[in-house]
């Protein structure tokens, strides 16, 4: 796979670098703010290098899920704002993706500046399952750029045509950032130093099943907090009152416990609430014991302090997804006491995707006592689970 460096050996000075950036960032639902600018910050080794080298610099990127068609609340007009102050310097906002707009936006780009390109998303082609669509899309894409730099990390594994079929189409070298991602990722999947402890949280089962399927053999405890814990405590024969529960996926659950003894590790308490609130009456129960009439927002103290024990023996840690409705400050101590024992073991430690390394950053955790913070949520579970990465693939070719 060939690199930035390689590309910025061969000069770059007055050629349109067509960048594929992952900026799709968290707004406030009421303001439209952005909440967490981590995946703006991710790519600024990579932007910052081709400036300084003179490059015209077209970044491109999705926000959210719009559905094929232009939608005001998934503009990336307020990120053009964010990457301008913290590159220093204005960045152009063309306000279509493969149009007018974007056309003359980039014929006026001087060298060493930068555009940025309205939603991808806004075009049915970016995300369709036909590839003639998707390619007449890529085709006025790639027609922006002279070369092509993948560093979406967060979009490798969408066989989307920014993703997938630009780089068929253009020379093409991975960005700063994705080179880090999956040099640390491979790390996982090569030989872990052992104990290798991970850490799921998140709300669905099925979301994780294949990546708990795939890491079952190879992880010495897996640790299993957040809303989809309730389906595997159903499956230990507890009751789990109106907590989440997937029911067509208990049966899979147990078979899972049953094929790795005492690998997973379950909560013992949680914290039981009377509502989906931030001011819900609640109290912390245990596993067994969660009442008819309640539903388990967060793990509890005592299966923190078990979690932190697991964690404290590990040299290699993996964690995805919160361990409770951190965004509520009643129902955040679990995931901000396995991210505090996951920064104090003498570990090293990937946290992986959106909402976790939102996560960190909201609760005011130091990044830089983790090992890596992964840009990808779904992309470094399916990397994890060994599957082949449209995104990734397009670049080894
Ligand atoms: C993410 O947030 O996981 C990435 O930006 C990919 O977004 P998607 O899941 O909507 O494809
Ligand atoms: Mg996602």
Redesign the pocket.
């Known amino acids: 796979m060939r690199n930035l460096d390689d590309l910025l050996a061969e000069g770059v000075s007055g050629r349109r670098v067509l960048v594929r950036a992952?900026l799709?960032v968290p707004l406030d639902k009421q303001t439209g703010e952005i909440t967490d600018d981590g995946?703006i910050r991710a790519v600024l080794p990579t932007l910052s290098a081709l400036v300084q080298a003179g490059a015209k610099v077209v970044v491109c990127?999705?926000?959210?899920?719009p559905k094929g068609a232009p939608d005001p609340q998934f503009s990336l007009r307020p990120v053009a704002g964010r990457l301008g102050e913290l590159l220093g310097a204005p960045v152009h906002f063309a306000e279509d993706t493969v149009g007018d707009s974007a056309r003359s936006t980039v014929a006026e780009l001087a060298d060493g500046q930068v555009a940025l390109l309205e939603n991808l998303?806004f075009n049915k082609g970016e995300?369709s399952k036909d590839d003639a669509e998707r390619g007449a899309f890529a085709d006025q894409l790639a027609a922006l750029g002279d070369v092509y730099v993948d560093d979406?990390f967060?979009?490798v594994?969408?066989k989307?045509a920014s993703v997938h079929d630009v780089p068929a189409r253009l020379p093409h070298v991975a960005g700063r950032l994705v080179l880090r991602e999956v040099e640390v990722l491979s790390r996982l999947t090569g030989d872990p130093e052992r104990p290798y402890v991970v850490v799921l949280g998140g709300s669905k089962v099925s979301d994780k099943l294949a990546v708990i399927e795939a890491l079952l053999p190879t992880v010495d405890r897996l640790l299993i907090g957040g809303g989809m814990c309730f389906t595997f405590l159903k499956a230990q024969g507890h009751e789990v009152g109106t907590s989440l529960l997937e029911a067509e996926m208990v049966d899979t659950c147990r078979n899972l416990m049953e094929r790795a003894p005492g690998k997973i590790m379950l909560p013992v308490d949680v914290v039981a609430a009377d509502a989906f609130a931030p001011d819900a009456a609640h109290d912390t129960v245990p596993a067994d014991g969660i009442p008819s009439h309640r539903l388990g927002l967060d793990i509890g103290p005592e299966t923190v302090a078990g979690f932190a024990a697991a964690l404290s023996q590990a040299k290699t840690i993996f964690w995805n997804g919160p361990m409770g409705v951190f965004e509520m400050a009643a129902f955040a101590n679990g995931t901000r006491g396995v991210a505090e024992a996951i920064t104090k073991a003498d570990a090293f430690s990937v946290v992986g995707?959106?909402d976790s390394a939102a996560a960190v950053r909201a609760l005011g955790l130091d990044e830089s006592s983790f090992g890596h913070i992964s840009?990808?949520?779904?992309?470094s579970l399916e990397y994890l689970e060994g599957k082949t990465l449209p995104g990734i693939a397009a670049l080894e070719n």
């Open positions: 992952d799709n995946r990127s999705h926000l959210g899920r998303r995300t979406a967060g979009a594994h969408r989307h995707g959106g840009t990808g949520g779904g992309a």
